[in-house]
């Protein structure tokens, strides 16, 4: 059984259907692109994936349970989380702070061990802390840990925002147009950075992106939206060498 399983999703905004009857699925730790035109609905079906917006019609199944209906931060707790194309962190907060916000949802203390500062407080605060420092390590960036998150680097602000989605313990991580403002050197380092997340955390990663040689380095399987349809689905070379996506979103000629 899939792992995460789409049916029949539609999202229609009055007139306008953004997302139209997207069937998929994604298996455990695999790494998978989804490409198409700008406006093709790639966001939205982001969107759907993520709680953010509730499907008109269809239905999004993440090992067996039905999301349909749930809030955002029960989708993440289920498993989904993502990044953004425009980039979300707490600019204000260090860049520990954004980690351990992350945390959070994850937390095991109540309300009244939280009010009252018992011991579980301070022994799960102190645990949440040192697992916030050592994701950052990972990722190289805990000598960033006391930097304001707005301070940061441009790449390293994307790859901060994809560390905290890491922090949620996803089973899935939607990653939209990650190398969006990137330089060449960076775009290569994030594709490394990618690969390493799949292998070291065995989780899936699905991702949106406009820089083709990066999709078609890294990814196994790619989906093809165009107007909102689902227009093909294959392994790289097969969406390579695919005439109606070269002809709707390549510019008429194989990559």
């Known amino acids: 059984m899939a792992l995460l ?32 035109p700008n406006g ?43 990044t953004f194309q425009n980039i979300r962190l707490f600019k204000d907060l260090s860049v520990l702070d954004n980690v351990k916000v992350a945390m959070d949802a994850r937390k095991k203390y109540g309300f009244f061990a939280n009010l009252l500062r018992l011991p579980v407080y301070y022994r799960r605060e102190e645990e949440k802390h040192q697992q916030a420092v050592d994701l950052l390590k990972i990722f190289e ?40 403002g990137l330089n060449p050197q960076e775009t290569a380092e994030l594709t490394e950075l990618i690969r390493r997340i799949q292998q070291q955390f065995g989780i899936s990663i699905v991702l949106i992106e406009h820089d083709m040689s990066l999709v078609m380095e890294v990814t196994e399987r790619i989906y093809v939206l165009d107007y909102g349809k689902l227009l093909a689905e294959g392994s790289p070379e097969e969406i390579r060498h695919n005439e109606q996506v070269v002809e709707a979103y390549l510019g008429g000629g194989a990559v």
Request: charged content about 25%; cysteine-free.
């Open 5 to 36: 399983e789409v049916k029949n999703l539609t999202r229609k905004f009055g007139g306008l259907t953004a997302v139209d009857n997207v069937s998929m699925e994604i298996g455990e730790s695999e790494l998978i692109g989804l490409i198409g």
């Open 141 to 180: 960036m805990e000598d960033f840990q006391d930097t304001l998150a707005r301070n940061l680097p441009y790449g390293e602000q994307r790859r901060l925002e994809i560390v905290r989605a890491l922090a949620t313990k996803p089973k899935i991580v939607f990653l939209d147009e990650p190398a969006a």
């Open 40 to 82: 093709a609905g790639k966001t939205t079906l982001f969107n759907l994936l993520t709680g953010v917006y509730t499907p008109t019609t269809g239905t999004v199944t993440l090992n067996g349970e039905l999301l349909n209906g749930k809030k955002p931060y029960k989708f993440a707790l289920s498993g989904l989380s993502r």
